[in-house]
């Protein structure tokens, strides 16, 4: 297999664009990596997005991007696989590079959420799960991240208030990064405060709704030559698919994520407390137990660890930065790659080689796992 | 492009009134009903709203502020040549209000009468008028009603304020007046935040976009644009009276044009009798009007979704303390209450639906 690299990588502040359409938020991105210099030459484009076909009536979206965008006769394709959609894009765009059949590939990813009100949004959300086993008895994402929480807490024996310091945490970091949505700064009573999602999740809990778009360039070792920008190596990428909750024996284990992690770490030397991480804290449960499953804290004892932690979710994680869903993924690789860079992001800065990002969707449905490494 | 209603002709408030109804369910009771937590009720700062009766409408809550409104000022009712009413709540789909009030409360024929339509704003649209014609000779007074017992979807989160109440002014000419008009400037654009089909019981909104791009984005450019025209800044109001769909925005608008807190609250009476729609911004400015001393500086932007503000400077003048006396003033209606469930709100607003 031949090696991949990050060549550039761009974003747009997550954000309600009430006044633009998707393709005014590709392209604001698209804009960006032109004028950096760095991309000579695409062969193919990859665009993840998660509700296209429901909230912005359009199939076949990467089509009608490349059109618009003027990047045709490029090829292009669309992803989906829920809200992991943004890492499974890069995956493929990977898989393009390292089988041979592309050179660089753009790795587009986009969602326009404030067409609509919440509710509609979040009838769409739910049917990342089963819909006729799940989505139509009205479970939504949210409500299984509840019942998780709920049993974290009685299993453990942690209180409520316990459960805020990821919140307070994630909204003190994109308090620093500039394109997180949510750059304002909370307390233990704001998060307690704030209005109930599904008991005992707060809506400071919780993903904010966001638009945006974020794109990665992609390159073979020939077009990594060619460029003058710092690239970073894409040196593992895998993914794997879980039970879903109802048929699960133990709610509080991610076994995607463990099976995910587990090849990754036979196929890579990596040692986490190294590694720069971005992890899928969709729900601030999520975080605990992600946290818990890469054995970075102990069982029911992350909520004691997170404090400590100075190379997790720097970017803000989903919960402040946003999640803009099937731009997600491609944030946080971007995100990771601009922080590891020597430039940095704005003032986030990370003195480190490696950077591990973490995409999965609901509760570990499916999860991946991205390692990047910086070149020397 | 005139930006501002240039005054050469002084024209200001002669006398007005408001009616809230009696009745009102606590905001949690709906929140409980409907599964809503009662945190939203706090961030939203709503408390209760008004509820109208079964035989209350917008006719007979606006000719019951029109009636004080004209008692207040003193005036004979045969002398308004033009009268208004701002409402999205009326009675008839087809039929003017205007009419209905008007025959109730004069004997003269000889006067324009129209409903205006513009959500939360066809009153200040009504002001504006109603200041031109005066202004030009048109009419001695014009007197113009916002009222509205406003519809919410069940369930819906605008079910927490939409409320039910009215306010009459009477314009004319400024030596009648006991506040005047410095000038006035106004903003619209096509914002469809907030809409009611044809056809439809309930109005339907886009949620957080009433918010940014249309409350506060509206409110913002109309409030800016006067201070332009007429070289004033927020330090030169003594009170700011807003559009209120919640306790909450007001607050914020307030925050973003630079107005203290204290400037503000004497104008905040939704979180005890909800949103009164048309009547929102002009029963808080009948209540800035009967606490204000002469010579002080109100500045009233209105807000109406589809979307559009009316900002208004307004002098009070000396003997206002003395008009205030005149009639039932908005404290009297805010004390005057009676709670009723959610049952007894849900027959009154017609929400069961019965068949006789």
């Known amino acids: 297999m031949r090696n991949v690299y990050i060549v550039s990588a761009s974003m747009i502040k997550v954000d309600r664009y009430f006044n633009k359409s998707y393709k005014e938020l590709v392209l604001d991105a ?48 669309r992803v989906e696989t829920g809200e992991s959609s943004g890492l499974t ?33 979040n009838e769409n959300y739910s049917k990342i799960l089963d819909y006729e086993i799940e989505t139509i008895r009205n479970i939504s994402p949210p409500d299984y991240a509840a019942l998780i929480m709920k ?19 994630m909204h003190d970091n994109a308090s620093r990064n500039p394109y997180a949505q949510l750059r304002f700064r909370v307390d233990r009573d704001k998060v307690l405060n704030s209005i109930t999602i599904a008991e005992p999740i707060k809506l400071l809990d919780a993903f904010p709704v966001g638009d945006g778009s974020a794109i990665i360039l992609l390159g073979s070792e020939r077009t990594l030559r060619r460029s003058n920008s710092e690239c970073m190596k894409v ?6 698919t879980s039970q879903p909750i109802y048929l699960r024996d133990d709610i509080l284990e991610f076994t995607a994520l463990r099976k995910t992690f587990k090849t990754l770490q036979e196929g890579s030397r990596l040692d986490l407390e190294e590694a720069l991480l971005e992890i899928h804290d969709s729900y601030s449960i999520y975080a605990y137990l992600i946290l818990e499953e890469l054995g970075i804290a102990p069982r029911g004892k992350a909520p004691n660890t997170v404090d400590k932690l100075n190379n997790v979710n720097l970017s803000g994680g ?35 080689k490696y950077g591990l990002i973490h995409s999965m969707s609901g509760p570990d449905y499916n999860s991946r796992l991205c390692l990047i490494e910086k070149v020397m | 492009m005139v930006t501002l209603f240039e005054l050469r002709e002084g024209v200001g408030i002669v006398g007005w009134g408001v009616y809230i109804p009696i009745w009102r369910v606590r905001a949690v009771e709906i929140a409980k009903m409907w599964g809503f937590s009662e945190e939203l009720t706090r961030s939203l700062w709503i408390e209760e709203k008004a509820v109208a009766s079964e035989d209350e409408d917008t006719v007979t809550m606006g000719w019951y502020a029109a009636k004080v409104a004209i ?78 017992t406003a519809q919410a979807n069940p369930g819906d989160v605008l079910e927490l304020t939409a409320s039910s109440g009215a306010a009459a002014y009477v314009i004319g000419p400024a030596q009648e007046s006991v506040a005047v008009f410095e000038g006035s400037t106004v903003y619209v654009t ?33 409030a800016k644009l006067l201070f332009k025209e007429l070289g004033l800044k927020p330090s030169d109001f003594d009170y700011a009276v807003f559009h209120q769909p919640n306790g909450k925005f007001p607050l914020q608008v307030g925050r973003m044009l630079g107005f203290p ?81 959610y049952g007894e709100y849900a027959k009154n607003r017609r929400i069961i639906t019965r068949i006789r």
């Not at chain 2, 014609?133 to 009419?139: C, D, P």
């Not at chain 2, 500045?299 to 009639?327: N, P, Q, W, Y």
Request: aromatic residues 8%.
């Open chain 2, 71 to 148: 008692e207040r000022g003193g005036i004979d009712p045969n002398h308004i040549g033009a009268i208004f009413v701002g409402t999205e709540s009326k009675p008839y789909a087809v039929k003017p209000s205007a009419t209905i009030i008007a025959d109730a409360l004069m004997d003269s024929n000889i006067k324009s009468a129209s409903d205006i339509e513009f959500a939360c704003r066809a009153g200040g649209e009504g002001i504006r008028n109603s200041i031109a014609l005066v202004a030009s000779g048109m009419t001695k007074y014009a007197l113009v009603i916002g009222s509205d």
């Open chain 1, 235 to 240: 040196t593992y990428i895998t993914s794997s």
């Open chain 1, 89 to 121: 894009a890069i995956e493929l765009g990977y898989s393009l590079i390292a089988s041979g059949k592309a050179d660089s590939v753009l790795v587009v990813g986009v969602e326009k959420l404030t067409e609509y009100p919440t509710n509609i949004i």
């Open chain 1, 151 to 169: 049993e974290y807490m009685k299993r453990y024996r942690i209180k409520r208030e316990e459960l805020t310091i990821w919140p307070i945490k």
């Open chain 1, 30 to 77: 698209l804009t960006k990596i032109l004028d950096e210099g760095s991309v000579e030459h695409i062969d193919y484009t990859v665009v993840s997005t998660l509700l296209s076909d429901s909230i912005l009536h359009q199939l076949d979206l990467s089509t009608v991007l490349t059109q618009h965008l003027g990047l045709n006769p490029i090829p292009s394709l």
């Open chain 2, 261 to 341: 807190k204290e400037k503000i609250l004497p104008g905040i009476v939704t979180p005890w009798i909800g949103n009164t729609y048309n009547g929102s911004s002009l029963i808080g400015l009948a209540k800035v009007l009967e606490e204000a001393k002469p010579g002080s500086r109100i500045l009233v932007v209105t807000f109406g979704s589809g979307a559009g503000s009316d900002a208004f400077s307004i002098i009070v003048k000396e003997g206002i303390e003395e008009r205030v006396k005149r009639g039932p003033k908005v404290i009297d209606f805010l004390k005057r209450k009676k709670y009723v469930s």
């Open chain 2, 190 to 222: 096509d914002t469809p935040d907030f809409w009611r089909r044809d056809g439809s019981p309930y109005p339907q909104h886009g949620e957080i976009f009433t918010g940014e791009p249309a409350y506060f984005h509206h409110i913002v450019s109309a």
């Open chain 1, 318 to 352: 989903l919960k402040a930065r946003g999640h803009p869903f099937g731009a997600t993924g491609i944030y946080q690789v971007a995100e990771a790659y601009s922080i590891l860079s020597d430039r940095g992001l704005g003032e986030l800065k990370y003195n480190g």
